[in-house]
C-alpha cells in the first residue's frame, strides 16, 4: 500500500496538479475572473473582499537559520508579544514541553494547563497558560493562542492551593456527568498551576 502511495505520489508531482502548502505563492492573488464578472454585473461598485484580501502576504522561508524567534502570543482579549524577537519558547503542549528556537520545523500543538517560557537572553518571562494552541511556521515565526493566560509572579500561592482543594472536593461529591467534567477540568488546571508555583 505505501509503495503505491509513494508512486501515486510522484505522479502527482511530475504531473503539477497540486503544489504542496509551502509551495503556495507568498503574494496573494486576486479572484480576475470574478472581478470581471462583477464589474459586467455592477460596474459602479467595487467587488467585495475576500478573506484572503485581509491576510498579509507570507514571508519568505529564510535559506539561513536567523538568530532569533519571532513570537507571537495572543488572548481573546489582548495581545500580549506582538513580533518579539526571542532566543527561545518553552510550550506546554499536551504531548508534553516543546522546545522552540529559530528554525524549528513548522508545527501544530494543543496546548494544556502549563508554563510558557520566554526566553530573551538572560530574562525569563513566564506565564501559566489554560489551553490554547501554537503555530510554528517555516519562517522562524511561533503563533500561541491560549484561552487564558496570567504572568506567573501575579498568581497567589495561597489562593491556588485553596481553588484546588475546593475541586477535589467538588469530584469527590459530583453526581452528574456534568458536575464531574468540571470538577475534573478545575483539578487538572489547579493541579497544573500548583506544580507551576512550586517548580
Known amino acids: 500500500m505505501f509503495r503505491q502511495a509513494s508512486r501515486l505520489l510522484a505522479q502527482t508531482l511530475r504531473a503539477?496538479?497540486?503544489p504542496f502548502s509551502s509551495d503556495l505563492?507568498?503574494?496573494p492573488t486576486s479572484d480576475s475572473a470574478?472581478?470581471?464578472s462583477w464589474k459586467k454585473v455592477i460596474p459602479n461598485i467595487e467587488p467585495p473582499k475576500t478573506p484572503s484580501h485581509f491576510l498579509r502576504p507570507r514571508p519568505a522561508t529564510p535559506t539561513s537559520i536567523p538568530s532569533k524567534?519571532?513570537?507571537n502570543f495572543v488572548l481573546p482579549y489582548?495581545?500580549?508579544l506582538s513580533a518579539k524577537e526571542v532566543d527561545m519558547v518553552i510550550i506546554p503542549a499536551t504531548t508534553g514541553q516543546m522546545g522552540v528556537l529559530p528554525g524549528h520545523v513548522p508545527a501544530i500543538a494543543e496546548l494544556k494547563?502549563?508554563?510558557l517560557s520566554v526566553h530573551e537572553g538572560n530574562d525569563v518571562t513566564k506565564y501559566f497558560l489554560s489551553s490554547g494552541f501554537a503555530f510554528i511556521h517555516a519562517n522562524s515565526v511561533a503563533d500561541i493562542i491560549a484561552v487564558e493566560a496570567v504572568q506567573i509572579d501575579h498568581i497567589d500561592p495561597s489562593l491556588?492551593?485553596?481553588g484546588l482543594a475546593e475541586f477535589t472536593q467538588k469530584l469527590s461529591s459530583?453526581?452528574?456527568d456534568l458536575e464531574k467534567a468540571e470538577a475534573q477540568i478545575g483539578v487538572e488546571v489547579h493541579s497544573a498551576l500548583n506544580s507551576a508555583l512550586s517548580g
Open 16 to 18: 503539477g496538479m497540486r
Open 25 to 27: 505563492p507568498a503574494a
Open 34 to 36: 470574478f472581478n470581471e
Open 69 to 71: 524567534i519571532t513570537v
Open 78 to 80: 489582548a495581545s500580549e
Open 113 to 115: 494547563p502549563g508554563i
Open 160 to 162: 491556588a492551593q485553596k
Open 174 to 176: 459530583a453526581t452528574t
